[in-house]
Every structure is written in structure tokens, then in C-alpha cells.
């Protein structure tokens, strides 16, 4: 009897076991990767005429023609890697919905790495789109924003990474270039922190399909001298496909402007988010032919601002260290390089307090110097009476550039 | 009933869990919402004054030895007052359990298992709690010992690796909304380390008096640095006001941690550390709710109610319509329950003292 009791004990032991094994599996929640559709980037379109909504671009991975490496023999690169299926919707979620019932795939947005609003859906405000990509526990915070000059779906229609297997490292490698100073370097989320805030105006990059027809600007500065000022689509290339240079200026969620490629870079060093690029400069002792260094942030710029008056002062220092690259032949750079560095350091300053007075003009403090005003008051209230925003408008600036020619390259000449 | 004896480690990582959940949950954004960027000086100023209350309580250890508030009720009142201050304080257990229960199931189903219906989840938990309460307070306590350090340790890792992200400037203005909201926003939000009063009913369950002093000192401090490092993490990461809007700070963080291009998705630290610390959390308050509840009615044998105790918390913790529905619960539940939990332990052993010299006076 107690051998039959402890036998029946033993019974439901294995028993709960098991089902305590079969409840704590989470199979209800489990996916097949084969069954999902992994959305890699959104565009969003004004709709067609007459519409409502918006037209949503998804574009998701292609899992068979991703699997194996771009150095597979045999392999195609990453092209067919993406598809795209654009569908009128009222907001991204909807759009995935139809889609879901379109494509024979769960879509999901986990590995969604870029959302792409189109020129008039920036300028018209993107503030609802910017509440349900926040609420999303599915969608990373480190997504990129960007606006295209040229339809969201063109722009995504036109992305064929070829050098790439995967999609998302391809739009990583894209946009965190850190060899790169044209694309601002910040992702979405820093958007939606400050879209709304009082310290800081939003940027996104720029993108656009290849428009040979148009070209950029040569600026009269020293900074960059003889590279074009380009926004996304005017840079002239064989290869067609997209580009993404410049970037957009944002007052709260509404694009008011956009700039070109140097700027952007300039944009880059005040916020301390630069890393290395090359870079041209004018100097007096070689007119026509540009001093090309290796430029490098050595440290996060030291930014103060004073607000004892309505008008604030803003400092900043840039802390640079170039390596040359490329200078003219007939010329001994070397022997002057004293000379080079003040004279790089002021084209710099120059070009950087030419698009300060801009963005002044523009009232949008998209450096967040505002972030550092807020250190002089106690409380939020006082900081908020101060109006940042209408004293940016007067503010001076002064911008100090320790730039040091640190090596010459493999040759020392002279 | 069985009287376990923990040691003054486990006493201390017992205690410092029972403090640290909220900091690692949604407690953080209550916080930043009186306070605004000066979360961290709220919290201090928190630490301090819930380290008063402490040393006030602990002053009256001497007067009245290894005993609890229960059994120093009895003393004073007899078996109604008993009863009476049983009840409080398994209402203030009750109050801070069921709310962290049902934000633990919902934050669940809002991150990891989305079509899983929440009371499945919530069920299960009740069944892990059970195993726990099987085990005893004693296993409890030592897998706490092993596992909570480990947690803190993860929690090292969130705040180190996110050095990247971090911003000064998020930090000032200095006073956030000003000294009155820190000074009002303090006091209110000492519900946070309300769990202390755990300390006193554990104090049977030490071999001697000098432990629950240390013990309960240690662990403020722990739980104060814990809660200090997860917010100035959070505000350094996330400028105001968008810290009062995200309902899992410990999460949002740990999304945003990126180690190089590949070493990404931190979450899995964080869902460590959450899961861990909540299930030792759960077992040790199921058990302190039981035990109160047995004392109170001098009970043989707790075992019985513990399974109760679980079902009708879990019963309880389903009651919220929705998640704001429980996030309003749960400041209403710590509103009501933190003024008794920090007075109990100092209000009950100076009547205690007080009837004891008035006997002696007699005799």
C-alpha cells in the first residue's frame, strides 16, 4: 500500500514536471524565422491624389539571398536581398497589417534600421508618425531618420546593396560612417528626445536617388576648398543608385530648411559626433591646388555659454589633429606648416561662424548649445523663462580651433 | 512553527532585494515626475530620511531584544492589538507585493511574450512562487545570496557600457523643478524603501541582535546606490521629460546599449536581472506575508496559508482593468502604506518599552 502510495507520489511528480515543461516553453509566442518578414527600412509618401493616409513603403529582407557571405563563391552580393511592397495606409502599423495579408509573411519590425519620410511629409510635420515608433517595443531605438529628396519609394527602390549581403549593415555602414563627416551622425531616437525640446533643434540626413543634372555649389571658404557643397542626389557618379549627404533642419517636427554636405561635416565637429575624413583647405602658398589632410577630432569640443543678457555667448573649442595627405608637388609643405595649421584653423572658424549666423537666422539651435546654457540656471522654470529658442536668435559666437599638423605622410621633404 | 535562521548576509542581499525592485521596475519614473532632473538629489535626500526612520527603530532594539512588532503587540495590547498590527502590516506587504506582481506580468507580456494572455503569465509566476515557498526561507535566502549579487553585477554592466551615451548636460538645471518639489516629491516617495519594515519581522529569524542593525543598514545602502546608479544612468541617457514617460527604465537603457558594431541587444542582461530578482522578491514576500499572517494567529504550521496567500494575491493583482489602471493602484497602495510601514516599527516598540517601565514600576 505505501510502496503503491509513494509510486502514485512519484507519478505526479513527473506529471507537474511536465507540464510545468510544456507551459514554460513560450511556444505560443515562438516565430519560424522562415515565416517572418523582417521590415529593414519604411518610407513614407504623401498619398495619391485624392487619398487619405499615407502610401508606406515596406521594404523587408530576402532571408534565401541573404544566408552565406558576400565572399560565398557563387554568391550575388547582396542584390535581391531586399524587396519592397508599398501600400496606402494611415499609419505604419496599418500598413503592415495590409501587408501582412498581402505578402506571405508576418512582418515584423525588429530589425528595422531605417525610416525614410519624404520631402513634403517633413515639411508637413511627422510629430504622429514619431508617437507610434516610440510606443513600439519592437523598434529599436538605434533606427535611423531620414528625409528623401526624391519620393520615400523611389529612394528605397533605388537602394540595391551590392557590396553588402545584409541590408541592415548595409544602412548601418551607410550611416555611421565613421570616415565620413556628410551625414549627420545621430540616430532617430535623438530626434524624438528633442523634436519638442526647448534646448535643441532635430536634423536628419538627407537622402536621394542620383540626379546628375544638378550639381552643387563651390563655396567661397577654405574649408573643403574646391569640393562642391552637395546635397543627396548631386553628387556626380557612374554608379547611379542613392545617395545620402546633407541634412535637414527641423523647427519641432516641421523641415524648414536643408544644407549641403560641408556643413553637415561642420555640424559634425560642434557636436563632437566627427571622426576622421578627409579634408581640403585652402592655403595662400598653393592657391590652385588644395592642402588635403586626414583630419581627426582629438576630443569633444569644450562648449561654454554665458547668458547674462538676453543675447548669450556661445564658445566653443575644437580640438583637431590632421595628418597630410596630399599637397602640391612643387611645394614644401613642410617647411610651412606652422603657417598651414593657423590658416586651415581660420577657414574653419570662418565656415563654422557662417553657418552659425545661418541656423541664428533660421532660430534653430540644432547644435544643442542650449543643452549647455541650461548648466547656468537652477530650475526648469527659470531655464524656461530665459526662452532659449528667441535668445538663440541674438546669440554671439566665438570659435576657437586648435588645429596641430601632427605627420606628413610617408614622405618628409625638404 | 519551524523558526529558520538566516545568516547576516543573507539578511542583508533578503532585504536589499526587497529594496532594489522598485529601482530596477517602474519606480524611477515616479520619481523623476516630482523631481525632474534632480531625481538623484530626491533620492538621496529619500536615503536619508528613511535612514533616520532606521536608526530611530533600531534605537528601540535595545529596549526591546529579538522581538517583532507582532510579539511586542501582543505585549502591549494583547491578542486584538495583535491582530490589529498583524493585519497593517501584511496590508502593507499586500500593497507593495500585488501592484510589483501585476507591473512584473504586464511588463512580461509588453516585452517578451505579447501573445500570451497576462493572467497565464501571471499564473505562472504564481507557480514559480510556490516552488519557492516550498524551499523555506532559509534556501530562499541563500539562492538570494548567490543570485542578487550576480544581478547587481548585470546592472554594473548596463550603467558601464552605456558611458557612451551619456550626456551631462541631461543633469542640469541642477534643482530640476525646484528645492520645494525635491523636499515634498522625498517625502512622498519614501513609499519606495517601504519594504524596510520587512526588517523588523525578520528580526525573529537572526541569532542575534546586532544583526538586523547591521543588516538593514547595509542594505539601504545598497539598494540607495542601486536606485542612485540606475537613475543618474537614465537621466544621463534621457532628457527630461521624456524620463517620466517610459514605463521600464532598466529596459529603455539597456536597448540602448551598443559594445561595437555587433555586440548589440542588451536586453537579455536586463530580462536576467528582471526575472531573477523578481522571482526571489516574490517567494521572500509571499513568505513574510504567511509568516505575519501565522504569528498573528499563533499558527503551528504556515504552509497551509502560504498557498492561500498566493492565490489570493495573484486574484488581487488581476483586479486592475488595465496597466494605467494598475499604475494608479500602485501609487494609491504606496500612498496608504508607506506612512504605516515606517511607523510601525518605532510606534509599537516605544509602547512596548513604555508598558514594560510602567510594569517594572509596579513590581
Redesign the interface.
Known amino acids: 500500500m505505501l510502496l503503491k502510495g509513494r509510486k502514485k507520489m512519484k507519478f505526479i511528480k513527473i506529471a507537474i514536471i511536465v507540464v510545468l515543461l510544456v507551459c514554460f516553453a513560450s511556444c505560443k509566442d515562438s516565430n519560424e524565422p522562415e515565416t517572418l518578414g523582417y521590415v529593414v527600412a519604411i518610407g513614407i509618401d504623401e498619398p495619391e491624389e485624392g487619398e487619405e493616409g499615407y502610401d508606406i513603403t515596406l521594404q523587408f529582407a530576402n532571408p534565401d539571398k541573404i544566408s552565406g557571405g558576400s565572399g560565398e563563391a557563387g554568391g550575388d552580393g547582396g542584390e535581391g536581398s531586399i524587396e519592397n511592397i508599398t501600400v496606402p495606409a494611415p499609419d505604419i502599423y496599418s500598413a503592415i497589417n495590409i501587408a501582412n495579408h498581402i505578402i506571405s509573411k508576418k512582418f515584423v519590425l525588429s530589425h528595422t534600421k531605417l525610416i525614410v519620410f519624404s520631402d513634403e511629409i517633413a515639411k508637413k510635420g511627422i510629430k504622429n508618425f514619431l508617437d507610434s515608433i516610440n510606443r513600439n517595443p519592437e523598434i529599436r531605438p538605434n533606427i535611423y531618420f531620414a528625409v528623401s529628396k526624391t519620393s520615400a519609394r523611389a529612394f528605397l527602390e533605388a537602394v540595391n546593396p551590392k557590396t553588402e549581403v545584409n541590408p541592415v549593415r548595409y544602412y548601418t555602414m551607410l550611416f555611421e560612417n565613421d570616415y565620413s563627416g556628410f551625414i549627420p551622425q545621430n540616430m532617430g531616437q535623438d530626434f524624438y528626445l528633442f523634436y519638442d525640446s526647448e534646448e535643441k533643434s532635430p536634423v536628419m540626413p538627407l537622402c536621394s536617388i542620383v540626379n546628375t543634372e544638378k550639381g552643387g555649389d563651390y563655396p567661397d571658404y577654405g574649408y573643403q576648398y574646391k569640393v562642391e557643397d552637395y546635397t543627396a542626389g548631386e553628387i556626380r557618379e557612374n554608379a547611379g543608385g542613392v545617395q545620402i549627404a546633407g541634412m535637414a533642419l527641423f523647427r519641432g517636427d516641421t523641415k524648414i530648411s536643408e544644407t549641403g554636405d560641408t556643413k553637415t561635416e561642420i555640424f559634425n565637429l560642434l557636436t563632437g559626433e566627427y571622426q576622421s575624413s578627409y579634408v581640403s583647405y585652402y592655403f595662400s602658398k598653393t592657391p590652385e591646388t588644395p592642402v588635403t589632410v586626414m583630419q581627426t577630432q582629438k576630443k569633444r569640443p569644450k562648449i561654454a555659454v554665458s547668458t547674462k543678457n538676453s543675447a548669450p555667448k556661445i564658445v566653443v573649442t575644437l580640438f583637431l589633429e590632421a595628418d597630410i595627405s596630399s599637397s602640391e608637388e612643387a611645394f614644401l609643405i613642410e617647411s610651412d606648416i606652422e603657417a598651414f595649421s593657423l590658416e586651415a584653423a581660420n577657414a574653419l572658424k570662418e565656415q563654422a561662424t557662417a553657418f552659425f549666423v545661418e541656423t541664428k537666422a533660421l532660430g534653430v539651435d540644432i547644435f544643442g548649445f542650449g543643452s549647455y546654457a541650461k548648466r547656468n540656471f537652477a530650475t526648469i522654470d527659470e531655464f524656461s523663462a530665459y526662452n532659449w529658442k528667441e535668445a538663440y536668435k541674438n546669440a554671439e559666437f566665438e570659435i576657437k580651433v586648435e588645429l596641430s599638423v601632427k605627420r606628413t605622410g610617408l614622405l618628409v621633404r625638404g | 512553527m519551524k523558526n529558520e535562521k538566516i545568516s547576516e548576509r543573507e539578511q542583508t542581499l533578503v532585504l536589499a532585494n526587497l529594496l532594489s525592485v522598485k529601482a530596477i521596475f517602474a519606480f524611477p519614473r515616479t520619481i523623476f515626475e516630482t523631481s525632474?532632473?534632480a531625481a538623484w538629489i530626491e533620492i538621496i535626500y529619500v536615503s536619508l530620511l528613511v535612514w533616520a526612520a532606521l536608526e530611530i527603530s533600531i534605537l528601540t532594539y535595545r529596549k526591546t531584544g529579538k522581538k517583532s512588532v507582532l510579539e511586542m503587540a501582543e505585549s502591549v495590547g494583547n491578542k486584538p492589538f495583535k491582530i490589529a498590527v498583524g493585519f497593517s502590516v501584511a496590508l502593507i506587504f499586500c500593497a507593495n507585493f500585488i501592484t510589483e506582481m501585476r507591473m512584473f506580468a504586464e511588463s512580461v507580456k509588453?516585452?517578451?511574450?505579447?501573445?500570451?494572455e497576462m493572467e497565464y503569465i501571471m499564473i505562472?509566476l504564481a507557480?514559480a512562487i510556490c516552488v519557492g515557498q516550498k524551499s523555506g526561507l532559509r534556501a530562499t535566502a541563500t539562492i538570494n545570496a548567490i543570485f542578487f549579487p550576480i544581478c547587481l553585477i548585470f546592472l554594473g554592466f548596463i550603467v558601464i557600457f552605456l558611458g557612451k551615451t551619456y550626456?551631462v548636460?541631461?543633469i542640469?538645471?541642477?534643482?530640476?523643478?525646484?528645492a520645494s518639489s525635491i523636499l515634498k516629491g522625498g517625502i512622498k516617495n519614501m513609499s519606495c524603501f517601504s519594504d524596510i519594515l520587512a526588517l523588523n519581522i525578520l528580526i525573529p529569524h537572526t541569532e542575534d541582535i546586532g544583526v538586523p542593525k547591521k543588516s538593514g543598514r547595509k542594505a539601504l545602502l545598497i539598494a540607495t546606490v542601486t536606485m542612485l546608479f540606475i537613475c543618474l544612468s537614465y537621466e544621463l541617457c534621457?532628457?527630461?521629460p521624456?524620463t517620466k514617460e517610459y514605463l521600464l527604465p532598466v529596459y529603455q537603457l539597456s536597448?540602448?546599449i551598443?559594445a561595437g558594431?555587433y555586440f548589440?541587444?542588451f536586453e537579455a542582461f536586463f530580462e536576467f536581472v528582471w526575472e531573477i530578482s523578481q522571482l526571489l522578491y516574490s517567494a521572500i514576500y509571499i513568505f513574510l506575508i504567511s509568516e505575519v499572517l501565522a504569528r498573528t494567529f499563533d499558527l503551528r504550521d504556515k504552509t497551509a496559508i502560504c498557498y492561500g496567500v498566493i492565490a489570493l494575491v495573484t486574484l488581487f493583482a488581476l483586479q486592475p482593468s488595465s496597466i494605467v489602471a494598475a499604475l494608479g493602484a500602485s501609487r494609491l497602495a504606496n500612498a496608504i502604506a508607506a506612512p504605516i510601514a515606517y511607523l510601525l516599527p518605532i510606534a509599537v516598540p516605544l509602547l512596548y518599552a513604555a508598558k514594560r517601565k510602567k510594569k517594572d514600576e509596579i513590581h
Open positions: 525632474a532632473n509588453i516585452i517578451l511574450l505579447p501573445r500570451t505562472l507557480a550626456n548636460n541631461n542640469f538645471p541642477i534643482l530640476g523643478k525646484g534621457y532628457p527630461y521624456w536597448t540602448r551598443r558594431e548589440q541587444r
